[in-house]
C-alpha cells in the first residue's frame, strides 16, 4: 500500500463519519481515528516496515477535514481553563492499575497530592510511574486504559481548588 492509497483511504474515512478503522495486513497495520478526538488532536496512522520496500516508521500525524471541521464548543474551553493538564511525559501505553487484579490508582472525584502515582506508562518494556505535580481533585480522565499515548498527550484534568 502506497502513500496515496493511504491518504485517500483516510479521506474516504473523514467523509464516511466512522469514528476509527483499523486496516491490518501481514505487511501494515493503519489505524485511523476521527471525531472521537477532540479538534485539536491530529489523526494518526501507524505503519510497520516492509521487507521488499522501505517505508515510514513511527506514528505520522496527519490532518483530516473531519477533524479540523468539528468547532470545540466554547463552553468546554472555559471549563477546562479553570483546570490543570496533567500530560503525559513520555510515548508508551498507558494503565490506569498496576496489574490486571489491582484497583485503579486513581478515579474521576478522588483527591491526589503532589507525588502521588497517578497512572503507569509502559515504554519499552519498562513500567514507568506516572507521579502528579500538583494536588488538587481528578476531574477528567482523558485516556482510556491499555491505549498507546504521545510525548505531552492531556492524561488527567485536575481542578486545583
Do not use: W
Request: overall charge negative; proline content about 8%.
Amino acid at each position: 500500500m502506497d502513500i496515496k492509497e493511504i491518504q485517500s483511504l483516510i479521506k474516504f474515512v473523514a467523509k464516511s463519519g466512522a469514528s476509527e478503522v483499523k486496516l491490518e495486513t501481514d505487511d501494515i497495520k493503519i489505524t485511523i481515528r476521527t471525531g472521537s478526538l477532540s479538534s485539536n488532536e491530529p489523526t494518526y496512522v501507524q505503519s510497520m516496515p516492509m521487507p521488499q520496500a522501505p517505508m515510514m516508521h513511527g506514528t505520522v500525524p496527519l490532518e483530516t477535514p473531519a477533524a479540523a471541521a468539528v468547532p470545540a464548543s466554547e463552553t468546554d474551553a472555559n471549563d477546562d481553563a479553570k483546570y490543570i493538564m496533567i500530560k503525559s511525559p513520555i510515548i508508551g501505553t498507558f494503565y490506569r492499575k498496576s496489574a490486571p487484579d489491582k484497583p485503579l490508582f486513581v478515579e474521576v472525584g478522588d483527591t491526589i497530592s503532589t507525588g502521588d502515582v497517578l497512572c503507569v506508562i509502559e515504554a519499552m518494556k519498562l513500567f514507568n510511574d506516572i507521579e502528579s505535580e500538583v494536588s488538587g481533585k481528578i476531574v477528567k480522565v482523558l485516556v482510556d486504559d491499555s491505549s498507546p499515548v504521545e510525548f505531552d498527550q492531556p492524561l488527567f484534568l485536575v481542578d486545583p481548588s
